[in-house]
C-alpha cells in the first residue's frame, strides 16, 4: 500500500469514528449552513463529508439531493489541500467545464470550499458557498470567514461526538447498573458502602430486599442496620465490623435477620477496608448474601447423607451404586456380612463377578431390560445365586433402580440385595412337600375312586335285587320287611359313596362345572316333585313359591345345582315331623348380563343350636350324636354344597332357631343365556386374549365370555400368548400360570418388556395357588389382580369389572 493509499485509509477511519454519516438533520450544522448562504449571498450552502465513494449532505440548502457520487464531487478536489478551493466560473475551469452539475440542471457556475479538518490534521469534508451564476472574484477576507465556519464545522462535530461518547457511556453505565441489579436478585446478592467522611451508608436494591425493607421506609443513616438482625447476633456482628476495622483485612459474618414482618432469613455479610493513597481507612465496602435456601439445602442434603450412612452402616441388606457396566462404585459395610468381602474389595469389581456362572447371562439380560425408558417403573426384584468369599453359595433377591439424568440418559443404578437363601431352601421344601401333598391328594383320590368303584359293582347287585324281591308277591310279611331294610341301607350305603367320592373331587380341585342353559322354573318344578314322594309318606305340606320374573333362562350347571337342592330339601324332610317345607325362588337382574338367583329352603323342624351352626358346613359334622344315632347321615352333604356353591360363586346362609326350624338360603350369581344375535348389555365391551392349556376350562371360560358380551381370543400355551399379545390389541390378558414349556409368568415378562400391541394391558393370573408368596410372585412378574382356580363366574365378573379403570 502506497503512501496515499495509507493516508486515505487513516482519513476514512477518523470519518467513521464521528458516527455520523447518514444521521438525520441536525440544528448546529444547519444553522451554519443558513449563515454561509446569507453572508456570501449564495442560492446554496452544504456540509458535505466524504466516504470511498460518494459525497453525503450532513446539512444542504438549495438542493434536493441528499448525495452524489464522490467521482463528479467538487469536494473531492477540495479535501485534496488545506486551503479554500475557488471557482469563480466552472464552465471556464477544465476541471469541472464538463462535469454533470455544471453542464446539467444544476447549473453550478461558482464554487468556493473551506476543507473540514480536524484537530489530527484528517480532512473529512467541506463546507461550501455555491452559486449558479459566475463572479468576478472572491477575496482572502471571503476565504477566511469561510475557513473559520468550516472549523466551526469540525468542532460542532467534536461537540456531536463528545456528547454521543457521553450518551454511550450512560447507556453501558445503566445497563451495567440494571445487569448488576438483575445479577444481584438472581443471586440473592446486595452491596454496601460506608463513608467514614461521610458517615454515611449506600445499599443497593437487593441489600434492602434482603433486609424486607423499602428505601423509602428505612434508611441505615438514621437506623443503625444490625438492628435489623437476630438479638444474639447483633453482638457478633458488631464484632465483626470491628475486628476489619482494627485488622484492616476482610471479614466475614453469618447470621440471621429478622425482617419487620419477623421472617428470619440466613445470611453471610463479607466486607473490606477501602484505602487512599496514604494507606488509611476512608470506607467499608461489601456484600451480603440471603443463604436461607442454600444452607436449608445443605443441612437436608447432610441429614440425608447422615442417615443414608446410618442405613448403609447398620443396613442388614447388601447396598450397591454401580455404572451401566456394573463396575461398583460404593459398596455398604453390610458386603462383609453377605458375601464376606469388605466394601474396599468390591469397588471397582463388576456385579457379575460374584455371580454364579450359570445366573450372569439371564441376570444381565433382566438388567438390561431396566436400560429401556419406562423400564425402571415395575422395579421387579429379581433371584440369582452368588459366591460368597468363601466359596459357599447363597441366594440373593435384589430390587434395582436406574437413576436418569433430566434427559433420560442412564447413569447409575442403585440397588439392594437380600440373602434370601434361607427362604429359598423352605421354598424348595415346601415344593417337596406340595409335590408329595399333592401326589397323596391323587393317591387317595385313586384309591376313593377304585374304592366307590368296588364298592358300587356289588352295591348295583344289592340294590337291583332288593328292588325285585320288593315286588315279589310270594314273599312273607316278615321277609319283605326284611327285604325292605336290606334296599333303604343299600340305597343310603350308594349315597355315602357318591357324597365321599364328591368330596374328594372338590378337595382335590378335580371337579369342573358343565354350565347350560337351562329354564329356572321347569328346572325348580322338577327338582322339588323329586323330592314329594318322601314329603306325602310323612304327612308333610310342600309350597313351591316362585316369583314372576321376566328373565326366564339362566347358564348353569344344573346337575350340581340340582345336588345342592336336593341335598337341602331331603335335611328339611329328614329333620321335620310336623309342618311342612317351603321352597322359595326369585330371580333378580345384576349390571350386564347377569342374574342373581335367590333359593330358600324352610323347614318347620327341630331346628340347630347357635353353638353348632359355626361348624354346620364341616364335614363329617351333624348338629350332635343324639341327630346320628336318630335320623342317620355322614354329615357331608352340607359340606359338599357349600363347596359346590362356593366353586360357582355363590353362598350358602343359614338361619335357625332349636324347636322353630331352619331356613337355608342359596345366593348365586349366573350369566344369564342370550341367543345367538341378540345384542348383550354389558357395561364395558372388552377383547379378551386367554391363554390356557386345560381345554376343558377354555370351553368354561368361552361359555362365559360368550354369556358376558365380549370378544376374545383363546390361546393354549405361552409362546402362543406372546405372539398374539405383539401382533394384536387387547385390554386385558387372561394368563394361566402352570403351563408346559413357556409358563405364565415367563410368558407375562416377555409381553411387559418386550414392544408390542399389547405391551401394556393388564395381565391376570389364573391359578389355583392363591397363597401371599404366590401373590407376590406374580405380582413381581407384572401380574395385577387373581382368578382363582377353578373359576368362578363371581370371580371372572369381578375381575373384568374394574379393567376399563385399571383398579386391581
Not at 17 to 45: G, N
Request: proline share 5%; with cysteine.
Amino acid at each position: 500500500m502506497n503512501a496515499a493509499a495509507k493516508i486515505e485509509e487513516a482519513r476514512l477511519a477518523a470519518l467513521l469514528r464521528y458516527d455520523v454519516l447518514d444521521t438525520p438533520a441536525e440544528a448546529a450544522f444547519d444553522d451554519i449552513t443558513d449563515l454561509v448562504a446569507q453572508l456570501f449571498e449564495v442560492p446554496i450552502a452544504v456540509v458535505t463529508l466524504l466516504d470511498e465513494t460518494r459525497q453525503w449532505f450532513k446539512s444542504c440548502i438549495g438542493l434536493d439531493d441528499s448525495e452524489t457520487a464522490r467521482d463528479v464531487a467538487f469536494c473531492d478536489h477540495t479535501i485534496r489541500s488545506d486551503d479554500v478551493l475557488v471557482v469563480l466560473d466552472a464552465t471556464q475551469d477544465p476541471r469541472f467545464r464538463d462535469n454533470p452539475f455544471v453542464v446539467g440542471d444544476a447549473h453550478i457556475r461558482f464554487y468556493a470550499g473551506a476543507p473540514l479538518i480536524t484537530k489530527e490534521g484528517y480532512r473529512l469534508g467541506a463546507l461550501c458557498a455555491i452559486d449558479t451564476e459566475p463572479r468576478q472574484a472572491f477575496d482572502d477576507k471571503s476565504r477566511k470567514a469561510l475557513q473559520r465556519m468550516a472549523t466551526m464545522v469540525v468542532h460542532a462535530l467534536d461537540q456531536r461526538a463528545e456528547l454521543m461518547l457521553r450518551r454511550r457511556a450512560a447507556q453501558e453505565l445503566a445497563t451495567k447498573e440494571h445487569t448488576l441489579e438483575l445479577a444481584e436478585k438472581m443471586a440473592r446478592l446486595g452491596h454496601w458502602r460506608f463513608d467514614f467522611s461521610t458517615q454515611r451508608s449506600v445499599w443497593s436494591s437487593e441489600a434492602y430486599s434482603i433486609h424486607g425493607v423499602h428505601p423509602s421506609q428505612y434508611d441505615p443513616n438514621v437506623t443503625m442496620p444490625g438492628v435489623l438482625y437476630a438479638p444474639e447476633d447483633q453482638p457478633r456482628l458488631a464484632a465483626a465490623f470491628t475486628r476489619g476495622l482494627v485488622t484492616k483485612e476482610p471479614f466475614e459474618f453469618e447470621g440471621e435477620v429478622v425482617r419487620p414482618d419477623g421472617v428470619r432469613r440466613r445470611v453471610i455479610t463479607r466486607g473490606a477496608p477501602e484505602f487512599d493513597e496514604n494507606g488509611e481507612i476512608v470506607a467499608l465496602i461489601g456484600v451480603i448474601q440471603d443463604v436461607t435456601e442454600s444452607r436449608a439445602m445443605t443441612e437436608a442434603l447432610r441429614a440425608s447423607e447422615a442417615r443414608y450412612r446410618l442405613v448403609a452402616e447398620n443396613a442388614n441388606d447388601l447396598i450397591l451404586v454401580y455404572d451401566v457396566h456394573g463396575t461398583i462404585t460404593f459398596a455398604a459395610p453390610s458386603s462383609a456380612q453377605i458375601l464376606g468381602y469388605e466394601p474396599e474389595e468390591m469397588v471397582g469389581r463388576t456385579t457379575q463377578s460374584f455371580l454364579h456362572p450359570d445366573d450372569v447371562a439371564p441376570t444381565l439380560l433382566h438388567y438390561q431390560s431396566l436400560l429401556k425408558p419406562g423400564g425402571e417403573e415395575l422395579r421387579p426384584r429379581v433371584t440369582m445365586r452368588a459366591r460368597r468369599k468363601d466359596g459357599r453359595e447363597i441366594w440373593l433377591e435384589a430390587a434395582p433402580y436406574v437413576v436418569r439424568d433430566e434427559n433420560g440418559r442412564v447413569l447409575r443404578f442403585h440397588d439392594s440385595a437380600r440373602d434370601v437363601t434361607v427362604r429359598k431352601r423352605y421354598e424348595a421344601e415346601l415344593q417337596e412337600a406340595r409335590a408329595q401333598a399333592e401326589y397323596a391328594a391323587g393317591v387317595k383320590s385313586d384309591f376313593l375312586a377304585n374304592m366307590s368303584h368296588e364298592l358300587r359293582t356289588p352295591l348295583t347287585s344289592i340294590i337291583g335285587f332288593s328292588r325285585l324281591l320288593e315286588f315279589a308277591p310270594e314273599l312273607s310279611s316278615s321277609s319283605k320287611s326284611a327285604v325292605d331294610r336290606i334296599a333303604a341301607a343299600s340305597r343310603a350305603l350308594n349315597t355315602l359313596v357318591n357324597d365321599v367320592l364328591d368330596l374328594a373331587k372338590l378337595e382335590g380341585g378335580k371337579v369342573e362345572l358343565d354350565p347350560q342353559q337351562f329354564e329356572v322354573d321347569p328346572f325348580l318344578t322338577e327338582t322339588v316333585e323329586l323330592l314329594r314322594p318322601q314329603i306325602s309318606a310323612k304327612g308333610l305340606e310342600l309350597r313351591l313359591e316362585i316369583e314372576p320374573s321376566k328373565i326366564g333362562v339362566l347358564y348353569g350347571d344344573t346337575s350340581r345345582l340340582r345336588q345342592v337342592l336336593l341335598n337341602m330339601l331331603s335335611n328339611a324332610v329328614k329333620f321335620t315331623e310336623t309342618g311342612g317345607v317351603v321352597v322359595r325362588s326369585r330371580v333378580k337382574p345384576l349390571n350386564g348380563p347377569f342374574a342373581c338367583w335367590e333359593l330358600e329352603v324352610e323347614d318347620t323342624g327341630i331346628g340347630i343350636r347357635p353353638e353348632e351352626l359355626a361348624r354346620l358346613f364341616d364335614r363329617f359334622v351333624q348338629a350332635d350324636a343324639s341327630v346320628t344315632r336318630r335320623f342317620g347321615g355322614t354329615g357331608l352333604g352340607l359340606a359338599i354344597s357349600r363347596q359346590l356353591i362356593d366353586l360357582m360363586g355363590g353362598s350358602i346362609e343359614v338361619d335357625s332357631e332349636p324347636g322353630r326350624g331352619s331356613r337355608f338360603m342359596i345366593n348365586v350369581r349366573l350369566p344369564i343365556h342370550v341367543e345367538a344375535g341378540e345384542a348383550v348389555p354389558t357395561a364395558h365391551r372388552l377383547k379378551i386374549l386367554v391363554a390356557e392349556d386345560g381345554a376343558a376350562n377354555r370351553a368354561v371360560i368361552a361359555r362365559l365370555l360368550e354369556a358376558m358380551g365380549h370378544d376374545f381370543d383363546m390361546v393354549a400355551d405361552g409362546a402362543s400368548a406372546i405372539e398374539a399379545a405383539r401382533s394384536e390389541r387387547y385390554d386385558v390378558i387372561l394368563m394361566d400360570v402352570a403351563m408346559p414349556d413357556v409358563d405364565g409368568l415367563t410368558a407375562t415378562r416377555e409381553i411387559l418388556h418386550t414392544p408390542g400391541a399389547s405391551s401394556g394391558a393388564p395381565i391376570v393370573p389364573m391359578s389355583s395357588c392363591v397363597g401371599a408368596e404366590d401373590r407376590a410372585e406374580y405380582a413381581a412378574a407384572g401380574m395385577m389382580g387373581l382368578i382363582p382356580k377353578p373359576i368362578t363366574l363371581g370371580a371372572l365378573a369381578d375381575v373384568l369389572a374394574v379393567v376399563p379403570h385399571g383398579d386391581f
